[in-house]
């Protein structure tokens, strides 16, 4: 991966062994989301240095929550438009594991209170049909595409915790250690027949109390959302770790990010797979 100034810069060698540098960053993550803590920077000497470490850290972080939230169910990639790597000056996406008990059903209505800044990003959703084994990688496209069982309209929770935009892309691997800010997903309609569309050219909105706010297209995903999906699954093979039969991989937003507030309804339309939605209280 290629990425710009980040954690990394201010982060001395140190003598702490990687193993415990991740544990303890895990630990602090873990209990700044149980305090609401905004999210900030590590402690030098156990914040990721590297995009290994980021990884180790989010690896470590999700075992340490598994218990209560569940197994790895699927994952999410983020950072898929040009814009948002430009902001973040960070150029490829990354990706975060999905706990089981983070899926939620259509029409959900979320309790405002539980994250410390919820955001809502507007995306489709692949459900694996068949196991993709590590050690047959680098998948193709087309390879990708026969694994795929359902396709539905989907949107992805982001809790940025308050974040600092301003110096946010000082703190990339932070926020990839972090879960890359993964608070759940809400599944729309799963549609089988998906090979009927031309997924690129999908058309979907956002809305918001019945109010339109905004539109993009499957394209707006890496040129198409199975770039997405094959990019995903090929990094985490890289890490050694099948994509399983069942898993749900959130292809990256179409829309710019939505931030609600208690009373908000939003929903999301895509032309030729439905509309999905949540409420929040």
């Known amino acids: 991966m290629t990425s710009g100034p980040t954690d990394r810069d201010s982060a001395p060698t140190g003598s702490i062994a990687p193993a415990e540098r991740s544990h303890a960053a895990a630990r602090l993550l873990l209990d700044q989301h149980a305090s609401r803590s905004p999210f900030s920077r590590l402690p030098e000497e156990c914040a990721p240095r590297n995009d290994a470490e980021a990884y180790a850290t989010q690896e470590a972080l999700r075992r340490m929550r598994e218990t209560a939230l569940g197994e790895t169910a699927g994952y999410k990639v983020a950072l898929t438009s040009a814009v948002m790597q430009e902001m973040l000056q960070y150029f490829s996406p990354f990706a975060g594991p999905l706990h089981a008990n983070m899926i939620y059903p259509d029409g959900v209505n979320l309790d405002h209170s539980l994250y410390g ?108 959302p199975f770039e997405a999906l094959r990019w995903l699954v090929n990094t985490v093979a890289g890490q050694g770790k099948d994509v399983q039969k069942g898993m749900v991989v959130m292809t990256g937003t179409m829309i710019a990010t939505q931030f609600v507030k208690p009373g908000d309804q939003l929903s999301f339309t895509v032309d030729g797979l439905g509309t999905v939605g949540v409420s929040v209280r």
Do not use: F
Not at 142 to 153: H, S
């Open 117 to 224: 800044r919820l955001c809502i990003e507007c995306e489709l959703a692949a459900v694996l049909g068949k196991t993709l084994l590590a050690r047959h990688a680098p998948y193709s496209r087309e390879q990708i595409a026969d694994a795929v069982e359902t396709i539905a309209p989907a949107l992805e929770l982001v809790d940025d915790r308050n974040a600092d935009y301003s110096d946010i892309s000082t703190l990339v691997l932070t926020l990839i250690a972090d879960n890359a800010w993964n608070a759940g997903v809400v599944l729309g309609p799963p549609v089988r027949d998906w090979q009927r569309l031309d997924l690129a050219s999908l058309h979907g909105r956002v809305s918001i109390n019945g109010e339109p706010v905004d539109e993009g297209y499957g394209r707006d995903v890496l040129g198409h």
